[in-house]
């Protein structure tokens, strides 16, 4: 029970902390190890290979060198689009064809098209917000309404849809043996 208590601790001070400010690359080694704390696992025991620090940096080290390249790319990617100007475009051609009078609906799509279409949910929210911001303001629609449109829009159905080139349906294709399309033939 202790455990358990342990690491729904550890999670909400991860998000708590997070939301506050403080840098992750600090917290997450800090609300791990707290988690460790409360499931007796030993700080640092040479003679015990199931210890804080070499599973903790083993884990981690493993993680960046496995999707390093995917990681890379990704932000390449939505770097390019940003600077470029075409995540902007894409958005602006929805809107002219939804028209300004649908506001939630161009914000929805233009943020799904992105995403779908392989560019970072940041990048997306980036280049989005303004948009919603002008378009909603058109509209006459409260701007407490934007971070759902952007969220619904880049989010849900986006990210985890079938061949959606987000990193979380790259990372199960090993472990699972699938391809990006969840529905197609499995290697099991």
Known sequence: MLSLFGLLAGLVLLIVLTMRGVNLFILAP??????ALFNGIPFWLADN???FVQGYMSGF?????????MFLLGALFGKLMEHTG???A?????????GKQRAVLAVVLACAVLTY??????????????MAVSLFKDANLPRRFIPAALGLGSVTFTM???GSPE???????????????PAGKSAL
């Open 61 to 69: 080290a493993g993680f960046v060198s496995s999707w390093f390249l």
């Open 49 to 51: 290979p199931a210890n």
């Open 86 to 88: 075409a995540a902007d």
């Open 167 to 181: 990193i979380q349906n790259w990372i199960p294709i090993q472990y699972l043996g699938t391809s990006l399309m």
């Open 30 to 35: 800090l609300c791990a190890l707290f988690v």
């Open 160 to 162: 985890t849809s079938a």
């Open 117 to 130: 279409g392989g560019v970072s949910i940041f990048v997306v929210a980036f280049s989005a917000y303004p």
């Open 90 to 98: 894409v958005a602006l051609a929805i809107v002219k064809r939804i």
